[in-house]
């Protein structure tokens, strides 16, 4: 068995994993916007009470663990996590902290590769040579296959498809810039517009959301909210298109539970307009089949097999 942590910039998930990428066991906590004051202790906390309850769940103990593996947002490298923004974290060796508590091999890695690799390996992005991942959630990570491989670059991670550039002088992004594709187009930040326009508390979860969205569909500042919200996820997924013209596009994170207020809307919206160069190749868009459970599950995989999956 193995362990798999995912990080979010809203949650933490730890699950038992299988060598089959079944999930045994899963516990998850939410995090708040105090979690982040002094978010390496607080993580590394909450990280060990879920690992012991995950282990419970099913009775077993550290000494039945093969591996833990960890995805988390934001730049990773050598086992430490060199920025992530939406947690607050900055040069944060993860790993040498989880080493002190437990005697098993750790790696880390980050989210959206994870994601992209558990569906590579069991779910719908299976069998396919050129395809691109995006997990949509608190932030928005990417990843992107091909000729069957995953692209990394030797000298940094990379492919921070959240942070192009969408809107010249638009909306703060969390990196400092203005107008990310991620300022636009994450849940988390769909979150703060809809909070922010309905004149409601600052804070609102992902099930208020969608209620919100979903019982009020005739209300026209929704409205407006969500035509907003699909014309420029409709820019920035054009914009993966033309460069990468993949022949799916799988989408992870928590916009999977919004498949029938957003992504319909925008495949529609896509097809309608100018923004895809070759209108051969327009790929299908799919919702993760692992959906918010791929970055547990890809934790658990170890890139040097990579090669094997495809
Ligand atoms: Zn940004």
Redesign the pocket.
């Known amino acids: 068995m193995k362990i798999g942590i995912d990080m979010g910039g809203s949650h933490i998930g730890v699950g038992l994993v299988n060598d089959m990428g079944d999930i045994l066991a899963k516990r998850e906590v939410n995090l708040e916007s105090n979690d982040k004051i002094d978010a390496n202790n607080t993580i590394i906390s909450y990280i060990n009470k879920l690992i012991g309850r995950v282990l419970e769940a099913k009775d077993a103990s550290i000494d039945d663990i093969e591996l833990i593996g960890i995805a988390s947002p934001g730049v990773i490298k050598k086992g430490i996590i060199v920025k992530a ?1 939406n947690l607050n974290l900055n040069k944060f060796n993860i790993v040498g902290e989880l080493k002190k508590k437990y005697n098993v091999p750790i790696y880390l890695d980050n989210d959206a590769k994870c994601a992209a690799i558990a569906e590579k390996e069991y779910g719908n992005l299976k069998g396919y040579v050129d395809s691109v991942f995006l997990c949509i959630g608190t932030g928005i990570g990417g990843a992107v296959f091909w000729d069957g491989h995953l692209l990394e670059s030797a000298r940094t991670p990379g492919f ?1 498809l ?2 192009m550039t969408i809107d010249i002088g638009g909306r703060k ?5 203005n107008g ?4 636009y187009s994450s849940i988390g930040n769909l979150r703060k517009i809809v909070a922010e326009r309905m004149g409601l508390e600052k804070e609102i979860t992902g099930k208020q959301l969608a209620d919100i969205l979903r019982n009020n569909s005739k209300n026209i500042i929704i409205g407006n909210v969500l035509d907003e919200y699909i014309r420029h996820f409709a820019v920035g997924l054009a914009n993966i298109i033309n460069i990468f013209e993949p022949e799916i596009i799988v989408l992870g994170g928590s916009i999977v539970y919004y498949e029938d207020i957003i992504v319909d809307k925008t495949r529609e919206y896509l097809r309608k307009s100018n923004l895809i160069y070759n209108t051969d190749i327009f790929p299908k868009i799919s919702m993760a089949k692992l959906k918010n459970d791929a970055g547990i599950v890809g934790a658990t995989i170890i890139r040097k097999n990579l090669n094997k999956l495809t």
């Open positions: 923004d921070e959240g942070h992004c969390s990196c400092g810039n990310c594709f991620e300022a």
